[in-house]
C-alpha cells in the first residue's frame, strides 16, 4: 500500500463519514371536526365545512324575512275610526262577559262573532253600512249579560252602565230626558237613579226599554 493510502486511511478512521440528516414525516391532516380549524357556514338549511389553519369560526348566514301579508281593504268597508269604536266594544264585552261567567270569551272567539254577524272573514272587510248593525249585536250581547241574576255583584260598572243606558234612551228615543222620573216617584218614591236599589234599578231599566217611542 502506498504512502498516499495509507494517509487517506487515517484520515477516513480520524473524522467518520456523517450521515445524512433523517426526513421528518408529513403529519397527516386530522378529520373534520377532531383538529385543525374549521369554518362553518350555515344558511336556509345548508352548512359547510372546512379545515384551515387558525381557530375554529362560525359563520351563519341570516335567512331573508318573510313578506309582510298585508290586507288592502276596498272601497265601502269600514274606515279606521269605525274599527276603534268596534274594537272598544268589543274589548268591554269580552270583560264583562269574563266577569260574570265562568266560560271565558277569547279575543279570536268574539272577532268571529262580529264577523260572521257582519256577514264578513274579517274586520278589515265589514261593509260600512254594517256597521251600526255590529255596534247594536255587541250592545245587545253586553246587556243580556247585564240582565243576568248574577251580574249586579259581579260587575263592577253595573250600576252606572244601567242609569247610563235609561238617560241615553230617555233623551235619544224617548225624547224627554227626565222620562223615566214619573215612573221611580210612583213606584220607589225617588227623583234619583242613583238612590234606587239594585232591584228597582233593573225594574226601572226594564221599563225604559219596553217603553214606545212617540210617533213623529
Not at 335567512?63 to 275610526?81: C, F, I, N, S, Y
Not at 255587541?138 to 255583584?153: D, F, G, N, Q, V
Not at 244601567?162 to 223615566?180: E, H, M, T, V, W
Amino acid at each position: 500500500m502506498s504512502n498516499r493510502e495509507d494517509k487517506k486511511a487515517e484520515l477516513v478512521a480520524l473524522f467518520p463519514q456523517a450521515k445524512p440528516p433523517a426526513r421528518r414525516r408529513a403529519r397527516p391532516a386530522p378529520p373534520l371536526g377532531a383538529g385543525g380549524n374549521v369554518i362553518q357556514i350555515n344558511g336556509n338549511g345548508v352548512s359547510a365545512q372546512h379545515i384551515v389553519a387558525g381557530d375554529l369560526h362560525h359563520y351563519t348566514v341570516a335567512q331573508p324575512p318573510r313578506p309582510r301579508v298585508v290586507v288592502t281593504p276596498g272601497e265601502g268597508v269600514l274606515t279606521d275610526a269605525h274599527k276603534a269604536t268596534i274594537n272598544a266594544l268589543r274589548v268591554e264585552w269580552i270583560t264583562l262577559h269574563n266577569s260574570i261567567k265562568r266560560a271565558p270569551l277569547t279575543d279570536a272567539a268574539a272577532w268571529s262573532r262580529i264577523n260572521r254577524k257582519a256577514g264578513a272573514t274579517s274586520y278589515h272587510l265589514i261593509p260600512l253600512e254594517r256597521f251600526d248593525q255590529v255596534v247594536a249585536f255587541i250592545k245587545t250581547e253586553m246587556a243580556k249579560l247585564r240582565a243576568m241574576r248574577s251580574a249586579p255583584a259581579k260587575d263592577l260598572d253595573w250600576r252606572s252602565k244601567r242609569i247610563a243606558a235609561i238617560k241615553a234612551r230617555s233623551k235619544n228615543q224617548l225624547g224627554d230626558p227626565d222620562a223615566y222620573k214619573p215612573y221611580i216617584r210612583k213606584h220607589f218614591g225617588a227623583d234619583s237613579l242613583s238612590a234606587l236599589a239594585t232591584d228597582e234599578l233593573q225594574r226601572t231599566y226594564s221599563y225604559i226599554m219596553a217603553k214606545k217611542a212617540p210617533q213623529a
